[in-house]
T-cell receptor, first 113, second 114 residues
Framework: DTGVSQDPRHKITKRGQNVTFRCDPISEHNRLYWYRQTLGQGPEFLTYFQNEAQLEKSRLLSDRFSAERPKGSFSTLEIQRTEQGDSAMYLC???????????FGPGTRLTVL | QKEVEQNSGPLSVPEGAIASLNCTYSDRGSQSFFWYRQYSGKSPELIMSIYSNGDKEDGRFTAQLNKASQYVSLLIRDSQPSDSATYLCAVNRGSNFGNEKLTFGTGTRLTIIP
């Protein structure tokens, strides 16, 4: 257990519904990253935050995706109008400013029916 | 050409032997290199980081980096059945703004045969 927590761990939804995932970082970690992993692939970067500022977004993050980290602590990732292609494991990773090692939470597995 | 390439395996190694996992990368600006272990259905777990050319040892694990050849490897000595997992190689350009995102390979599936 890295100390990074994610909720929920599993989410099954119907196509067209909105879903929201939460990540709680290790308390002293001010950098927070979201990745997406599909079967047989490595994680792909989506976006990241330094404190409450969202500093980079991948082209993978379509307009249906939005991420926030309002107080620089926990973060949420929302997917609107889900599609079957959104089915994946959504991973949150965090790190401190002074280190380059990212530690992953347990992930949220999303299944879109 | 993929940014980070790994042999997908499966790589089968007898228990007690040395497992050797390889990774090549295309971005010459890469500065930081990581090995993650991922059990089926679980999230990646960091096992090694390496930033300088040469070897870095941690217990049964040794990471090797050759920036000139754009090559990083992971050796697992005295392989145990619990080492059976997918090993992900990841790189980034450093810890500063704009360079932080990790780029992963597709992973090598390792099976340790008792």
């Amino acid at each position: 257990d890295t100390g990074v927590s994610q909720d929920p761990r599993h989410k099954i939804t119907k196509r067209g519904q909105n879903v929201t995932f939460r990540c709680d970082p290790i308390s002293e970690h001010n950098r927070l990253y979201w990745y997406r992993q599909t079967l047989g692939q490595g994680p792909e970067f989506l976006t990241y935050f330094q404190n409450e500022a969202q500093l980079e977004k991948s082209r993978l993050l379509s307009d249906r995706f939005s991420a926030e980290r309002p107080k620089g602590s926990f973060s949420t990732l929302e997917i609107q109008r889900t599609e079957q292609g959104d089915s994946a494991m959504y991973l949150c990773a965090t790190r401190t400013s002074g280190d380059n090692e990212q530690f992953f939470g347990p992930g949220t597995r999303l299944t879109v029916l | 050409q993929k940014e980070v390439e790994q042999n997908s395996g499966p790589l089968s190694v007898p228990e007690g032997a040395i497992a050797s996992l390889n990774c090549t990368y295309s971005d010459r600006g890469s500065q930081s290199f990581f090995w993650y272990r991922q059990y089926s259905g679980k999230s990646p777990e960091l096992i090694m980081s390496i930033y300088s050319n040469g070897d870095k040892e941690d217990g049964r694990f040794t990471a090797q980096l050759n920036k000139a050849s754009q090559y990083v490897s992971l050796l697992i000595r005295d392989s145990q059945p619990s080492d059976s997992a997918t090993y992900l190689c990841a790189v980034n350009r450093g810890s500063n703004f704009g360079n932080e995102k990790l780029t992963f390979g597709t992973g090598t599936r390792l099976t340790i045969i008792p």
